[in-house]
């Protein structure tokens, strides 16, 4: 803890000066993101720093797996529908971003490489959530035997799986109607840190280049 506050008064301190009328604009006419990012609770995975966005830029919403729960999930298991409904029906995102990456503790238990406890409740009906994502590599991936490779397979099938959540929500339907929102698909290596898109002309996942993803 004492990391973080003396981080708070660096950044008070030394790094504030660099944002101040940002800061101030962005008290006086509230926010205004472009971009809904939806990524892991990771501590690897920073939304602003992979993108370089600055405060304002995007809304992010960060859970166990990046698992977007469908529309029809009710109860403490679906805060992130609010903030989908949030970010598309009051901020007015022109896009979102669903992105999985490499080495995700959330895909290895639900994969069973490291089990979920009976005593983490939620936890293990959070991840249950993604369980037709395990149906999918049982049967779309049987020869795929490496581990690390599996894991990899399973978050990027997690991310298809997202966006397929995306469209049971009204409000992303109606968005996507009219031609106001974008949906889109990445993965984050963090050994390279490199990101990938995913295309799909081509159904599979790419390197992200200027203009694409």
Known sequence: MQRIIAGVHKFRNE????YRKLFRKLSQEGQNPHTLFITCSDSRVLAELITQSKPGDLFVVKNV???VP??????DTNSTAAA???????LRVSDIVICGHSQCGA???LLGANPVSDSTPHLRDWLKLAAPVR???????????????????????NVLFGLENLHSYPCVQARLGDGTLQLHGWFFKIATAELFAYDPEKRQFLPLVGGKG
Not at 70 to 75: K, L
Not at 84 to 90: D, H, L, Q, R, Y
């Open 15 to 18: 790094e504030f000066g660099n």
């Open 65 to 67: 797996g990046n698992i």
């Open 70 to 75: 469908p529309a029809n999930v009710r109860g």
């Open 84 to 90: 989908i409904e949030f970010a598309v029906e009051t």
């Open 107 to 109: 895909i290895s238990a």
């Open 135 to 157: 149906e999918i590599l049982r049967k779309e991936y049987a020869n795929l035997h490496d581990s690390a490779a599996r894991e990899n397979a399973a978050a990027e099938e």
